[in-house]
């Protein structure tokens, strides 16, 4: 009678153990469950949002080449000279547009930057391709943005080249920027901080 009882409850404790196992595994797939939910909702946004600052860099374009009289897609409006190997824009409106125009590429590429400074990188540097360069950070965090747009120059005439690929290279502060090699292809400079990274894409016109 007593290995009965004690029979009885080596049972009880058993089917207990199975049950808080059982409780605990499904609450643990539960929450593991609403954590991926968590995360794709959260992808959603931010695609959402992303694509909704696309547009809205692309309308402000559009109505900064209606203020200035061209199309930048044309590839036929100037926006400066060339002098003493520094771009010198035409204007304070053109300038304005050509920054409107690189957070545009940057965005594209999913990287929210602000840009002001550009620098000239001739082509007797660059593997025979003159290239516009503009470097920012990311608006929430401290990784570098740096875009590189191709330039036609005829003559004293200084053309965006948008119609091809422009080079986003985004990570390390020093290092990490836009070039292109002997076959046009895009690349970024390696990184010049160690255990850092410089991640390339390139963004149609």
Known sequence: MKNMKCLKLFFMLFALS??????????????????????????VIANLQLEKQVLEAKAIVENLEHNVGGKL???????????????IFKSQEIETLVKAYFR??????????YFEDFNYLSAKNNEGFD???SSSY???SDESVNVGIDLTINKSDVVLKINGSQVVCV?????CNPRRDS??????TD???SNSNCTKSETGG
């Open 138 to 140: 990311k608006i929430d």
């Open 73 to 87: 897609m044309g590839e036929n409006l100037s926006i400066g000279t060339i002098e003493q190997n520094k771009l």
């Open 191 to 193: 990184c010049e901080i």
């Open 131 to 133: 290239m516009l360069i």
């Open 104 to 113: 545009l590429v940057a965005l594209k590429s999913g990287n929210d930057s």
């Open 183 to 188: 076959d046009g292809d895009g690349y970024c």
């Open 18 to 43: 199975f049950y808080v196992n059982c409780t605990s595994d499904s609450e643990s797939t539960n929450l593991e469950t609403n954590s991926n939910s968590e995360k794709i909702q959260s992808t």
């Open 171 to 175: 990570g390390c502060r020093r290092g």
